[in-house]
């Protein structure tokens, strides 16, 4: 019981994790039906700029929530910065090109990015502090639940819970909802596309990079390649829970969490890379519109 | 208007397109910043701090946003320039033809014939006068050649983005490392059957996949390329991460080439090819199937099911509407793109003998994606261009080495920004058999193939003209250059 609730916490987390980083897919294809494969990249530099962050600062004296709040927060900024920048160079010049075109040069950013971070840093793994501060109300639930685990809960429902009532209740997040009913209707209705999308690329870019905050507190290491494989597995997420629903990509990433969790328990450890992927084929194959997508219709 | 080039003018002009360029410059800078300045030692986990990398990047952002605005601001002139033209409705595109690029100058010249015997000819010859080490790279350089080709049915004619095209490519390697370890299998048996192992694999990914569209179809062949890794990663029987060794080169109807015929060569000729002989026979293999490869293609794509791809390229519903069984098209593009990945996998396992599942990463599907994307999606000239520029000519540019997949990224972005339709664009056969005009121009697929000038150049009153005189005279494949003179009846093309 004790191995079954150790995965389950381990799959909760993870798919919190994967949740984080699934919502930039989501809410990117919902708007402008782009896989952006840069996101990935964008949660990898998250990662490495808290890394380095959390060296400064921590030579500078701080310690602590402090050291832990100001880390996300300048991992935040640099992440929405890049995937600003990313949005200007790569896609927003291929608007209204075929389809095939946004998707390859989303492909060669990713490419770029995980190259630069690579010759600018290192191409080896990197020791990820432990920023995490304790937790001493811990104590009774000590042996199911560790204090990495209750920060990426909490920060996974905080943020969660923000971007619902932003996209519900802002007028940025009606934008976006208007964008991603009808681009071409909600540019006569006087919706500024370019920062709707803009917009969206940030927030995206803000939650990815808490999720590379999260995972480098968690597994202590980082390295440059990691966005590749998180974001096939976040798209995997995205694309279970039905691709353009924000709930839905929740879901989804908790499921393939705990199905990965699971397998790795179950079955055999060096298989759960390929259990993630063997349900993206069968839910693209049999569901594609997935659990909360709606099917549409092909339009000529 | 003179007041327009007073210095106060220009030095407006010049400044709004510089600060820009600082902006960015500022910009990038800004971000680059942390990753750039600060490294850490992992030892003991300090970190020190460098700004010397900093002028670089800033000189490099500065002329490259120049370099982007200039560009960027040229092809939305182009993109008017264009619009403004169909809106007039002029009917030129048909009258002239094509406007001829320096490629459909070269193929449709006169001496494209002896071009090409001359370039065989230089390809066969090249094994013998250089060293071992371009051997290598020339046998790389044409598996790659192979593979941009055999992509290029599915990405590039087809239009479906097949991102686990490395998959086949290990899929063909390891039937040939696994038939020849186990079972003792030849060669010259496991090429077809690589071959045919990964259209089979093909055709069992196609299957269930194919009414995926677009990007669904991409992420499904990612996962399958990344799992076919996995698997062959954990599998003991093909030996994990350690991969297959010692697989046997291709042998000459049984005849060891590195035994008995390098022996006659070394001691009774008194010649020491200084590298093995089976390195120069795996060229004129992977040269003959390269040859094989471009006939199949070019054979293809003006076939029916050709034309069914690209009509299911430019639009599924259409063509779908048209009565074409997309079924059918997208499963044999699929299958058939796959065959060559898998003969192409074969000979790379004989070529280096030695395999693993590190060979046949993520990074090996994106290369070749990026040769068919420089190259020109479609065009056959074109992957080709685009395999030497990426697997050749890196190895010339040692010196670039390390940098060489940051630059294939940008590269990616900066082609489908600036010239989408790739280095040499795919030039699509146009039928105009019945339209013809004054001057005697000929069909475009005559003059590529350099089919004789019957029909298309039946004399219509105004043959007397000069440029009718000039056609005739130029014999066979003038009419692309030829279509540039102004016909002397007016623009409109009547038909027969």
């Given amino acids: ?300 | 208007m003179s007041s327009n080039f007073t210095a106060s003018n220009i030095g407006r002009l010049v400044w709004s397109e510089i600060k820009p360029a600082l902006l960015a410059t500022f910009w990038i800078c800004l971000l680059a910043f942390p990753l750039m300045t600060l490294s850490i030692n992992p030892t003991n986990q300090t970190y020190s701090f460098s700004m010397a990398r900093i002028p670089y990047l800033a000189g490099g952002t500065f002329a490259l946003s120049i370099i982007w605005r200039f560009f960027l601001k040229r092809r939305s002139f182009q993109v008017i320039t264009k619009a403004v033209h169909q809106s007039e409705g002029l009917p030129e595109d048909l009258t002239k033809g094509p406007k001829p690029t320096w490629l459909t100058v070269v193929m449709g010249s006169k001496y494209r014939r002896q071009g090409l015997i001359v370039l065989l000819a230089l390809m066969v010859v090249l094994p013998f006068i250089s060293n071992p080490y371009s051997v290598n790279v020339l046998i790389t350089c044409l598996i790659y050649v192979t593979l941009g080709l055999g992509l290029n049915v599915v990405v590039g004619v087809s239009g479906l983005l097949n991102l686990g095209y490395i998959a086949f490519y290990a899929i063909g390697a390891y039937t040939y490392a696994l038939l020849n370890h186990y079972f003792g299998l030849s060669f010259w048996i496991c090429l077809p059957l690589g071959g045919l192992t990964a259209t089979l694999m093909g055709l069992l990914l196609g299957f269930p996949v194919i009414r995926l569209s677009g990007d669904y179809l991409a992420i499904v062949t990612l996962s399958f390329g990344e799992i076919t890794r996995l698997v062959l990663n954990n599998l003991n029987i093909t030996n994990g991460p350690r991969g297959i060794s010692y697989i046997k080169p291709p042998g000459f109807f049984g005849l060891d080439l590195n035994g008995a015929p390098k022996d006659f060569l070394v001691n009774y000729l008194g010649v020491d090819p200084g590298m093995d002989v089976f390195k120069v026979f795996i060229y004129f293999i992977i040269l003959a199937l390269v040859i094989l490869t471009i006939v199949c293609v070019f054979r293809l794509e003006n076939s029916r099911l050709g034309r069914a791809w690209l009509a299911m390229r430019e639009d599924e519903v259409a063509c779908q509407a048209m009565g074409i069984n997309r079924t059918r098209a997208k499963l044999t593009a699929f299958a058939l793109g796959s065959t060559w990945a898998g003969l192409a996998g074969v000979v790379f396992a004989s070529q280096i003998t030695f395999i693993n599942p590190a060979s046949f990463s993520f990074l090996g599907s994106i290369l070749i994606l990026s040769i068919v994307v420089l190259g020109g999606m479609g065009s056959i000239p074109g992957v080709i261009l685009g395999a030497i520029v990426i697997t050749a000519l890196p190895e010339q540019l040692r010196f670039f080495s390390q940098y060489r997949m940051l630059l294939f990224g940008a590269l990616m972005v900066l082609m489908m920004v600036f010239r989408p339709e790739g280095l040499i664009k795919s030039t699509r056969v146009v039928h105009m058999h019945t339209l013809k005009n004054g001057n005697g121009n000929k069909t475009k697929l005559e003059a590529l193939t350099g089919a004789p000038p019957e029909r298309a150049s039946s004399p219509p009153a105004a043959s007397q003209s000069p440029g009718q005189a000039n056609s005739q005279a130029n014999g066979q494949a003038n009419g692309l250059a030829n279509g540039l003179a102004k016909p002397p009846q007016g623009p409109t093309g009547e038909s027969s």
Wanted: net charge positive; with cysteine.
């Fill in chain 1, 1 to 300: 019981m004790t191995y079954f609730l150790d995965l389950f916490m381990s799959g909760l987390t993870r798919g919190s994790i994967y949740a984080l980083i699934a919502l930039g897919y989501t809410m990117v294809y919902g708007i402008i039906a782009l896989i952006n494969f840069a996101h990935g990249e964008i949660y990898m530099i998250g990662a490495f700029t808290a890394l380095l962050a959390s060296l400064v600062l921590s030579s500078l004296g701080l310690t602590g929530w402090g050291l832990l709040f100001s880390v996300a927060a300048i991992a935040a900024i640099y992440s929405a910065m890049y995937g600003w920048t990313v949005e200007r160079i790569a896609y927003r010049p291929l608007r209204g090109a075929s389809r095939l075109a946004p998707l390859i040069s989303a492909i060669g950013m990713s490419f770029f990015l995980q190259n630069y971070v690579q010759l600018a840093q290192t191409p080896n793994f990197m020791l990820f502090p432990d920023l995490i501060p304790q937790m001493p109300f811990l104590k009774p639930v000590a042996g199911y639940l560790n204090r990495t685990q209750v920060m990426i809960l909490l920060f996974t429902i905080v943020s969660m819970v923000a971007l619902t009532f932003y996209i519900k209740y802002t007028k940025m997040g009606m934008a976006m909802r208007a964008v991603a009913q009808d681009i071409t209707m909600a540019r006569l209705s006087g919706v500024n596309i370019d920062r709707v999308i803009s917009t969206t690329f940030i927030i995206g870019s803000v939650l990815a990079a808490l999720g590379g905050v999260l995972i480098g507190c968690s597994m202590r290491q980082i390295y440059f390649h990691m966005g590749f494989l998180a974001g096939m597995k976040a798209f995997t997420a995205a694309v279970l829970g039905g691709i353009g629903s924000i709930p839905g990509a929740v879901i989804g990433a908790l499921i393939l969490g705990f199905a990965e969790s699971f397998a790795a328990g179950y079955i055999s450890s060096s298989y759960r890379d390929v259990v993630a992927f063997i349900i993206l084929i069968i839910i693209l194959i049999f569901r594609p519109e997935g659990i909360m997508g709606q099917a549409q219709t092909q339009k000529v």
